[in-house]
C-alpha cells in the first residue's frame, strides 16, 4: 500500500543540527497527512510536527521554532529540519502516513517507518 523509509540520524552535540528524510514509496494518492513522531525509552510515542492535506504544517510546543518539517511537491519525500537540538530531543524519531485530511493522534497514522535514532550530548 505504502512505504515509509526514514534516514538521516545519528549523534550530535547539544545545539548542533540534524536533517531528516522520509520516502514515500506506493500508494501514494490514497495519502492525507504526514507526520513526524518521537518515542523515548519509557514514554509514549508524541507527534512532533504534521502537514495536512493542503500543505499547512502544525508544530508541538516544545520543538516550534527549532524544528521545520517539509515536504516536496510530488509528497514522495518528507523532510525534518532540526535545530538548536538539546538532551531531550533524544529519541527514535519516525514519519507515519494518514488517510485522514489533518491528525494529531498516532492511532490516526496507517503507516509507518521503522525509524531513525536521534542522540544529542551535553
Known amino acids: 500500500q505504502v512505504q515509509l523509509a526514514e534516514s538521516g540520524g545519528g549523534s550530535v552535540e547539544s545545539g548542533g543540527s540534524l536533517r531528516l528524510s522520509c520516502s514515500i514509496s506506493?500508494?501514494?494518492?490514497?495519502?492525507?497527512?504526514l507526520g513526524w513522531f518521537r518515542q523515548a525509552p519509557g514514554k509514549e510515542r508524541e507527534g512532533i510536527a504534521r502537514?495536512?492535506?493542503?500543505?499547512?504544517?502544525t508544530y508541538e510546543d516544545s520543538v516550534r521554532g527549532r524544528f521545520t518539517i517539509s515536504q516536496n511537491n510530488a509528497r514522495n519525500t518528507l523532510i525534518l529540519q532540526m535545530d538548536s537540538l538539546k538532551p531531550e530531543d533524544t529519541a527514535m524519531y519516525y514519519c507515519?502516513?494518514?488517510?485522514?485530511?489533518?491528525?494529531?493522534?498516532?492511532?490516526?497514522?496507517?503507516?509507518w517507518g521503522q525509524g531513525t535514532q536521534v542522540t544529542v550530548s551535553s
Open positions: 502537514v495536512n492535506s493542503a500543505g499547512g504544517a
Open positions: 507515519a502516513a494518514s488517510q485522514w485530511f489533518d491528525a494529531s493522534d498516532p492511532v490516526n497514522y496507517n503507516y
Open positions: 506506493g500508494h501514494i494518492y490514497t495519502i492525507g497527512c
